[in-house]
């Protein structure tokens, strides 16, 4: 019976917009994404991107043999194909149990001789705490990145871009989506831009992409959604290690999208994020929310976490919602060694217990445009039935 109100009602996608694609033959246009200082290059995958930053960063410091790079202890496998394809260690260290961001004690212990590089994750639209990071890794002679696969970066007051790459996906499900590619900033004052070509392979040509997008427009709706989100053999959304085995430059196709899909991206009310900042703390009060992390570190959230007092209380709110079809999801659901495949590439040696507990209480609700009203009202009543 629940089964078959599911199938009626459907269920919300946790994140990912219709993908509003330009008039045909457009002209290619890279100016959406200039930044000042930096060097776009455009490759086909966030995790190709974080992959060439790593190349590169090799090439800064030649004279480590046996190159290291932080990575945090909960965050997307992703990082990890990225930096076994580049040749670099992954070093995983303890994030807060209430914010996404590395402790920082923890990462100053594991800094050595061999850490060459320190990715900053941008986790959902928050920010790491830049700043500080900058000032280590300039006092330690670190590479720093920023990894904003799940942001698109766009100015906000007094915040710009500052680490020496910083990349985003256009992945599927993420914040400019044109279901696959990334881009890499450099910065220019590296002095890199003759090297980064021939670390690249020709772009792969995608006959049938408009009719893919077409396709998974028409998925997003809830009620076709419902019977991929619920099919035992998709394992939808699953999180797990995908080795990267070259990076590609962009292919044309999403060359000529780009520009199109960023002004649409930039033009989206953040209608939902204000409904659950106004509605979430009397609802939920115990729950952690984003405005705790302070306005600089936050920006437009992909999805809205919010993270319970216990992981009891996550997992009753997570089916509570999930019923539903409201959209709710775990993230990772795991800290980064126990993602399957990736246990045996990454060196731990310090306990991930922050990690642990921010894995156990996360709860992202849906920020996407098919959030209606009515799903809204139905998510505040769950929750508040459910704390
Ligand atoms: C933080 C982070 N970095 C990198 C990636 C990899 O991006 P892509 O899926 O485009 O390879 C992801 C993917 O979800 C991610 O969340």
Redesign the pocket.
């Known amino acids: 019976m629940a089964a078959l109100g599911a199938l009626i009602r459907g269920d919300l996608p946790p994140a990912g917009n219709p993908i509003d694609l330009p008039a045909p033959a457009r002209a290619a246009d890279a100016a959406a994404l200039a930044v000042d200082g930096y060097e776009a290059v455009l490759v086909?995958?966030?995790?190709?991107?974080?992959a060439l930053a790593m190349q590169l960063a090799r090439q800064c410091k030649p004279h480590i043999h046996a190159p290291e790079v932080i990575l945090p202890g909960y965050?997307?496998p992703?990082?990890v194909?990225?930096a076994e394809y580049a040749g670099v260690q992954p070093v995983l260290v303890d994030i807060d149990a209430q914010d996404p961001a590395y402790r920082l004690s923890r990462l100053r212990e594991a800094i050595n001789a061999n850490t060459l590089l320190i990715?900053a994750?941008?986790?959902l639209g928050i920010r790491e705490r830049m700043a500080e990071l900058r000032e280590l890794a300039t006092a330690q002679d670190i590479v720093l990145v920023e990894?904003?696969?799940?942001w698109f970066p766009e100015p906000f007051p007094g915040v710009g871009l500052d680490a020496d790459f910083v990349?985003t996906?256009?992945?599927?499900?993420?914040p400019v989506s044109l279901l696959?590619?990334?881009v890499l900033w450099v910065k220019r004052s590296l002095g890199l831009t003759a090297a980064i070509q021939p670390l690249l392979s020709p772009a792969e040509a995608f006959r049938w992409l408009p009719l893919k997008v077409r396709a998974f427009n028409i998925l997003l709706k809830p009620r076709l959604y419902c019977w991929l989100n619920r099919n035992p053999l998709l394992s939808l959304g699953e999180t797990a290690f995908?080795p990267?085995s070259q990076i590609n430059a962009l292919d044309a196709v999403r060359r000529n999208w780009l520009s199109h899909c960023v002004a649409h991206y930039q033009r989206q009310q953040r209608r939902v994020e204000a409904f659950y900042d106004r509605e979430l703390p009397a609802c939920f009060p115990a729950a952690h929310l984003p405005a705790s992390y302070g306005a600089p570190r936050r920006g437009r959230l992909l999805r809205y976490p919010l993270v319970c007092e216990h992981r009891v209380q996550r997992d009753r709110l997570l089916q509570a919602l999930q019923d539903a079809g409201l959209g709710a999801s775990a993230m990772y659901v795991n800290v980064l060694p126990a993602v399957t495949g990736v246990a045996g590439k990454v060196t731990v040696n310090d306990a991930l217990d922050g990690a642990e507990a921010f894995a156990g209480r996360l709860l992202t609700l849906p920020t996407h445009a098919g959030v209606s009203e009515r799903h809204l009202d139905s998510m505040m009543a769950v929750i508040a039935a459910a704390v």
């Not at 990894?147 to 799940?150: K, P, T």
């Not at 996906?169 to 993420?174: A, I, M």
């Open positions: 086909d995958s966030g995790t190709s991107a974080l965050a997307c992703d990082l194909a990225a990715v994750v941008n986790f990894d904003s696969a799940q990349l996906s256009f992945g599927r499900g993420k696959g590619g990334g995908h990267l």
